[in-house]
């Protein structure tokens, strides 16, 4: 049984139709990425798997049952998702963020608990934000922010994780911690996470599992290596490319064509000197 997967799953709004009679399976406790070009259906799938979105035609199963047969709360109980640009009213604190995780296994005759606060106190470690509990959630840097997100998704303490560009709008340094943060989740507590990424080589260096989406369908999954093809790279995105391996990781490596600056022979030997 896999954690989530669609049968014959169509997907649009009004009359224009997204996904078509999609079948797709998530493998448990692995790192899968959609990646594909703007438009393409995504982050459309995505929210159709966390049931943000009904579907046209077809079904999404969650461990096996539809999606949509199952109780707000206990969907809420085994998946969290992280939509993209997420906000949050002026002068909460990351505490009182990460707290709101706890929502869905609150009720009329089980109020906060010890186990409550021993799973928020957690997911600040987790996210190293510890320290910045009290702090209001608008005065921290972007990498910081998506952190408390992160965190108030892992205080709802599911085995599956959704999350749309988690590391949009971030710097360089800001994505690579947020990745490292949730491959560390991956690796440590065996999570199923399944995210929308726009840059392809980061794809490749953190997913077990990529799924290319394109027609309004999937044009080809599997691991980084079975996916990206400059083949695939010319037909997902139009783009001609050099796929090379990656020295440091060993992963695919798309090289885009494009115009741009060429250095000389004389350039590349004093590049190669200094370096």
Request: hydrophobic letters at 35%.
């Amino acid at each position: 049984m896999y954690p989530l997967e669609s049968q014959s799953l169509s997907l649009g709004y009004d009359r224009q139709l997204i996904i078509d009679r999609l079948n797709l399976q998530i493998p448990e406790a692995q790192i899968t990425v959609f990646v594909g070009s703007n438009g393409c259906g995504k982050s459309t799938l995505l929210k159709s798997f966390a049931r943000l979105l009904n579907p046209q035609h077809g079904s999404v199963l969650l461990e096996g049952r539809d999606i949509h047969s199952q109780p707000t709360r206990q969907v809420a109980r085994k998946l969290a998702i992280l939509p993209q640009g997420p906000s949050a009213p002026e002068g909460l604190t990351v505490s009182q963020l990460v707290r709101q995780g706890r929502y869905p296994h609150q009720s009329w005759l089980q109020q906060w608990s010890e186990e409550d606060e021993k799973v928020v106190k957690k997911a600040l470690e987790d996210t190293d934000l510890t320290a910045l509990m009290h702090q209001s959630v608008d005065s921290l840097s972007g990498g910081q922010r998506q952190r408390a997100w992160i965190a108030m998704t892992l205080a709802q303490d599911t085995n599956t994780l959704l999350l749309d560009e988690p590391t949009t709008y971030l710097d360089l340094t800001h994505q690579i911690e947020v990745l490292d943060l949730l491959y560390d989740l991956n690796r440590r507590e065996r999570k199923t996470i399944v995210m929308v990424l726009h840059d392809l080589n980061l794809a490749c260096r953190y997913a077990h599992h990529i799924v290319a989406v394109n027609n309004k369908s999937v044009y080809a999954q599997g691991t980084p290596e079975e996916v990206v093809t400059e083949k695939t790279v010319r037909d997902v995105f139009q783009l001609g490319c050099r796929v090379i391996r990656d020295p440091l990781f060993g992963t695919p490596i798309c090289i885009p064509f494009g115009k741009g600056r060429r250095l000389t022979v004389e350039q590349e030997d004093h590049e190669e000197a200094i370096a």
